[in-house]
């Protein structure tokens, strides 16, 4: 029931019928007036959400101090009383997943800007240059030593024009000089080359071809394998697929494939750690889908564990399954809480505090087991044992199969 203004007349706004009481029998709508202030309308957004009058509050304390309580009492259809398991699910794991990315997981660097940005452009052109000059002198492929050759005449003439903005720029920001001048115009805007360097460019490849047919090679030769580091990074790799005739380059999988390689291998380069930070972030990001999908695995493990208690269908098993990680979310939410005030206030009793939140997590799944399906302390110690076991491998399983999603992501 809501706490808004009943009607003082007794016919349904919506179907027209006669209303007995403050709901229409009809089709149960609430007889109320239907004008509502801003305040009604903020109070309303709470009650549809949390059912802020009572019932929000009453379910989390049951939830957390008596463990499996509220799954029997849904099994046995006394639910009005209590939020529902579902709409207690997510908005305990959103409220959860929103303060633990906001405040707890931290934030990332941001980009470089200007000179700075410039400056490592600058350095990855040449570091592309150089193992493109060693691919050049070592590749005895005519086609690929063609597409690299024309592809160093690019690179020559994008390293001469990013020098030059480099100058300038350093000298605009050392008279701190407001209206510079965009910094990667010269990168991404696909530069035209000069002439001069494209004559450099066909002689080469001229070179390469009657180099070849001197050694007994023509332009279709077999060699197709190469050494990825020669690229350097992916800018480089992508260049010398453009300069390739159509048949020459790689495949969609290949191309991916090498890609990815190139961008682990330069990020490795540039900065070890900061690549496996970016990798864990993007790993942190998937813990509330992969707890959404251990979720059925956990209520599965539990139709195997009690299949004998024919009683209980998979879809009781399930609602035990959500109640208790709701719970948990709540109680992760509480130790990252106190470890923040902790931190702040250096008390010894904050860190007692954590402690004896971790130990009543695992104490919680196994009173809750025993609440709900009433075994034995033994049997029931022995079941928690596990389903401890087979959760932990299911989500073992999904943290590497995430691991690997994370770092093809990055």
């Known amino acids: 029931m809501s706490h808004f203004k009943e009607r003082k007349e007794k016919n349904c706004l919506n179907c027209g019928a006669a209303v007995q009481g403050r709901y229409c029998g009809i089709c149960g709508q609430e007889n109320i007036e239907p004008r509502e202030s801003a305040w009604h309308l903020v109070t309303h957004f709470f009650y549809d959400i949390t059912h802020f009058d009572g019932k929000f509050f009453t379910t989390v304390r049951y939830l957390l101090l008596k463990p499996g309580f509220l799954t029997a009492e849904y099994v046995k259809g006394r639910r ?3 939020l529902h398991p579902i709409r207690m699910y997510v908005f305990t794991s959103a409220f959860f997943f929103l303060l633990y990315f906001s405040f707890i997981s931290g934030h990332k660097e941001t980009e470089k800007e200007g000179v700075e940005a410039l400056k490592e452009t600058l350095n990855i052109k040449k570091e592309g240059l150089s193992g493109m000059n060693e691919m050049f002198a070592k590749t005895s492929d005519t086609v690929l030593k063609n597409a690299v050759g024309r592809t160093i005449a690019q690179y020559e003439s994008d390293i001469k024009l990013l020098t030059g903005r ?8 050392k008279q701190n000089d407001k209206t510079k001048t965009p910094v990667m115009d010269s990168v991404f805007a696909g530069l035209p080359l000069p002439g001069g360097i494209i004559s ?3 002689s080469i490849s001229k070179a390469t071809i009657e180099n070849g047919k001197l050694h007994g090679k023509g332009e279709t030769c077999n060699v197709r394998f190469y050494t990825i580091q020669w690229y350097q990074n992916e800018a480089t790799y992508s260049a010398v697929q453009e300069q390739l005739p159509a048949g020459r380059k790689d495949g969609l999988i290949e191309r991916s494939v090498k890609l990815k390689t190139l961008h682990w291998y330069q990020e490795q380069k540039k900065n070890s750690e900061k690549s496996l930070q970016v990798l864990i972030d993007k790993f942190k990001h998937s813990f509330p889908t992969m707890l959404f999908i251990s979720l059925p695995f ?29 719970a948990l979310f709540v109680l992760m939410l509480l130790y990252y809480m106190l470890g923040a005030i902790g931190g702040r206030l250096h008390w010894r009793i904050f860190s007692l505090a954590k402690v004896t939140m ?3 997590v695992l104490y919680y799944v196994y009173k809750a087991m025993r609440n709900f399906y009433g075994q034995g302390r033994f049997r029931t110690l022995l079941k928690y044992f596990l389903l401890s076991w087979m959760t932990f491998t299911v989500m073992a399983i999904l943290v590497i199969v995430f691991l690997i999603i994370s770092a093809y992501k990055v």
């Open 80 to 82: 009005a009383s209590h």
């Open 166 to 173: 480099l100058k300038k720029e350093e000298i605009a920001e």
């Open 200 to 202: 450099k460019a066909d």
């Open 298 to 326: 956990f209520a599965l493990f539990l139709k195997l564990l009690y299949i004998r208690r024919t009683k209980f269908y998979y879809a009781d098993h399930g609602i035990f399954a959500i109640h208790t990680y709701c």
């Open 358 to 360: 971790i130990v009543y």
